[in-house]
């Protein structure tokens, strides 16, 4: 079965520059979460989008953006990169209020 | 705010054994659980989801209850193997306006060894 596609699967980012993560959802999903996991943290909650509307906003910092597009992919921009945003960062797709399916992640390292 | 916490934090426990891993959470107002499991470095393998209307989901050796009253739920670990050996984690979805925010619990290590 077609899982949660999340690429690049590791990035490495000087501090002050600018990373985007991609998110490809299971085919007929309609919802997609982004989730931050620090090093020994749970997964905490960043921002969600239900068919292309973002619908729910968490600790997501402002130097962050995300949307979804037409095709339900979603990206996560992060820019001004600091030494504290190295960590795992999660995509999750559902099917309205079905079960959250986790892609692999990408793992970020801002030196 | 909810918060959810896992107890123990660590289990070790030899191979055959039955288990029990707890969550408790802050809130019962919640949509439902869900339960995942997470190898070192790795992502998220959902294990069960419980709706807020339902008492018990089982698959296979893993069943979860949940108490919404109490705000708690267990996973019960039948017969434990080695490869059951992972970080658990429950999660418990709002409903209303953080339709889908999933908040968790920081986890049970679980190591089984032979």
């Known amino acids: 079965a077609a899982g949660v596609i999340q690429s690049p699967r590791h990035l490495i980012k000087e501090k002050r520059e600018t990373a985007t993560l991609k998110c490809y959802p299971i085919?007929?999903?309609?919802?997609v979460y982004w989730y931050q996991q620090g090093p020994g943290q749970d997964p905490q909650f960043l921002i969600s989008?239900?068919?292309?509307?973002?619908?729910d906003k968490g600790s997501i910092p402002d130097r962050f953006s995300a949307q979804q597009f037409s095709d339900y992919h979603s990206e996560l921009n992060m820019s001004s990169l600091e030494l504290g945003d190295s960590a795992l960062y999660f995509c999750?797709?559902?099917?309205?209020?079905?079960?959250?399916?986790f892609g692999p992640g990408t793992r970020l390292l801002v030196l | 705010k909810q918060e959810v916490t896992q107890i123990p934090a660590a289990l070790s426990v030899p191979e055959g054994e039955n288990l029990v891993l707890n969550c408790s959470f802050t809130?019962?107002?919640?949509?439902?659980l869900q339960w995942f499991r997470q190898d070192p470095g790795k992502g998220l393998t959902s294990l069960l989801l419980?709706?807020?209307?339902?008492r018990e989901q089982t698959s296979g050796r893993l069943n979860a209850s949940l108490d919404k009253s109490s705000g708690r739920s267990t996973l019960y670990i039948a017969a434990s193997q080695p490869g059951d050996s992972a970080t658990y984690l429950c999660?418990?979805?709002?409903?209303?306006?953080?339709?889908?925010?999933?908040?968790f619990g920081q986890g049970t290590i679980l190591t089984v060894h032979p």
């Open positions: 085919p007929r999903h309609d919802t």
């Open positions: 419980i709706q807020s209307s339902q």
């Open positions: 999750a797709s559902s099917r309205g209020e079905g079960t959250q399916y």
């Open positions: 809130d019962s107002a919640i949509y439902n």
């Open positions: 989008f239900y068919e292309k509307m973002q619908s």
């Open positions: 999660a418990v979805w709002a409903g209303g306006t953080s339709y889908g925010k999933l908040t």
